[in-house]
């Protein structure tokens, strides 16, 4: 597989929504004009201006809320500009519109504080991205602070601060962002900021360069600190009642993606917390449920899996609850010929996933993603990451939220266990979780093929995941024009990486099953979510050697992709009723395609 960093995937999402959409940040209106409100300074040196500015692009396409097209304008401008004071003027002229407030660095002194004469507006209940400027005269390198005493967890405060307590402030200062100030005279920082309440709310913000960050919600200005009052409109928002179907009438669960008509998503990807994921543009409703968005425009694209029809579909807003119809509309349906979907390797914990509030998501979270993707099965792989709290939810059997007939089930990857360096394994229909000798993830074999050992006494199918890493040396002699007759190639792989490295050795064996007799060690390798060619040319080497692993397909969400769950998948043929057993057993007898 190839390794995404986290600044290549924001580029990539980066270039992709630009074109996707008209991008905008979140303002009541297109900025027409400079914001006079706020300071100016007159030049800085163009290049790292631009690169902390395309860095801010990049991380404001990620949450879900980018810049207006004028605004894009000018930096483009800006960007073939010829001096650096043209730059620095065409910079602030695209990003001081939409600014909540200006900071002016000052040495062995608080910074001074200029306050936007029309902030952008927040909306109830959700939250909103904002900009801050900094004119950094001082050139310091620490972290920019702001609190509030009008923000926090509203179960914390005194019983005579909960009215005020309307809001709550988080800084964005993830990659391709840093928390620290780049010493720069002037940069652009994101905060994020969220409204209980309608109306007009006011709020006093405190402001600190390299101040220490001290729990407290004091008033005033504490040493070190700036305070600045602020007025913010926050716009009222209304229940949108999504009824949901599926092609048959039937009410089910699927995947919306809402933009209003600046092109920001709802509900804001900021601060999601499950089943909404954070690295998603979609949400998953179910027939009747809810989200919540002020009055406007939208367009919604409306889809259930890879099956069905994508629509994109209007919805106004107006000042009462309303009603948002969508049927699916089917292309095919594979299970009423006895073809049933799944993803045999996706995670609830690790990569995009979060780790607090809770370790990972829920079984309850996973089960409305495969439902809402139309993925008859999901296993759902526990691994190195959230081990310890994931473990709870494996039970040797179909998850109690399943729903026929969506079956989750929880079983392991070998990933992360120093254990794992033989290659990664996807470990299915296991009835024990871990083995003797230890409660955890670090006792586990240090081959592949012992722990298949252990696998295949248990009546496991086993294969390993994302096949391709590892083995890409294999491509060099094969363009993407050449076909399947270009396979199997004899460059010979640099077997460097996580994917099938131990299986040419692994597959030539047999191992003891549950009866004793001998059984494949190796059932499948994993495709669909590395590289095609590699993938195959390892397979066809592998049959051409005489013997017969299957393959299955993968997604390893949100690892390889944080997209969406069964973007790879296997469709599994089965003559009577589902069940997650007899659809590892079609893998396991190949009775499957990918797709």
Known sequence: MRIFTTARFLAIVAGLQLLAIQPVLAAHRQPSRSNSTLPRILT????????????????????????????????????????????????????????????????????????????????????????????????TTTPLSIRSPNAGPIAEAPAADVNRRWMG??????????????????????????????????????????????????????????????????????????????????????????????????????????????????????????????????????????????????????????????????????????????????HAAGCAHYTNPTEGVLPRDMQRHIEGE??????????????????????????????????????????????????????LRLQEQIPPGGTSDLHWPTLCLNTLRWAKKQGAVCGPAHSANGLLGAVARVSDTDGPDGLPTYAVPRFDGIGAMETIVDVTHELPGPDGRLVPAVDFISTMDTDRIAELNNWYHILNCGYRPRISGETDFPCITGERVGKGRSYVKLNGKLTFDDWCEGVHDGRCYVS
């Open 44 to 139: 800085v040196e163009a290049q790292p201006l631009m690169s902390q500015v395309g860095r801010l692009r990049q991380a404001l396409i990620f949450l879900g809320e980018p810049l207006p097209s004028r605004s894009e304008l000018l930096l483009a401008k800006a960007d073939a500009a010829k001096s650096d004071a043209e730059t620095c003027r065409l910079v602030q002229d695209a990003l001081d519109p939409l600014c909540l407030a200006a900071v002016r660095t000052h040495r062995d002194a608080a910074p001074a504080i200029t306050i936007s004469s029309s902030p952008p507006p927040l909306f109830e209940q959700g939250w909103r991205v904002m900009l801050v400027k900094v004119i950094n005269d001082a050139g």
């Open 169 to 346: 402030l988080a800084p964005y200062e993830s990659p391709p962002l840093q928390q620290e100030l780049s010493g720069l005279g002037l940069e652009y920082r994101i905060e994020q900021i969220y409204s209980k309440n309608p109306g007009i709310n006011s709020a006093e913000l405190q402001f600190s360069i390299g101040a220490e960050q001290r729990p407290g919600r004091q008033s005033g200005s504490p040493p070190g600190w700036s305070s600045a009052h602020v007025q913010f409109r926050c716009e009222r928002s209304h229940p949108v009642r999504l009824r949901v179907q599926d092609s048959d009438g039937k009410p089910v669960t699927a995947a919306f993606v809402i933009r209003d008509r600046l092109g920001r998503i709802y509900p804001p990807q900021v601060k999601r917390l499950a089943p909404d994921l954070h690295f998603q543009p979609q949400v998953y409703r179910s027939d009747g449920e809810i989200v919540r968005l002020p009055n406007g425009t939208y367009t919604v694209n409306c889809s259930r899996g890879p099956e069905s029809v994508p629509e994109t579909r209007s919805l106004v807003v107006s000042g009462s609850p309303v009603t948002f119809r969508y049927r699916v509309t089917r292309w095919i349906d594979p299970s009423r010929l006895g073809w049933w979907s799944g993803d045999h390797h996706i």
């Open 374 to 427: 139309d993925l008859k099965v999901g296993c759902n792989l526990t691994w190195g990451p959230c081990f310890d709290y994931q473990k709870q939810f494996f039970t040797g059997k179909t998850d109690t939220n399943s729903r026929y007939p969506y079956l989750l089930r929880y079983d392991i990857e070998v990933s992360g266990f120093g254990s794992h360096q033989s290659g990664h394994l996807c470990l």
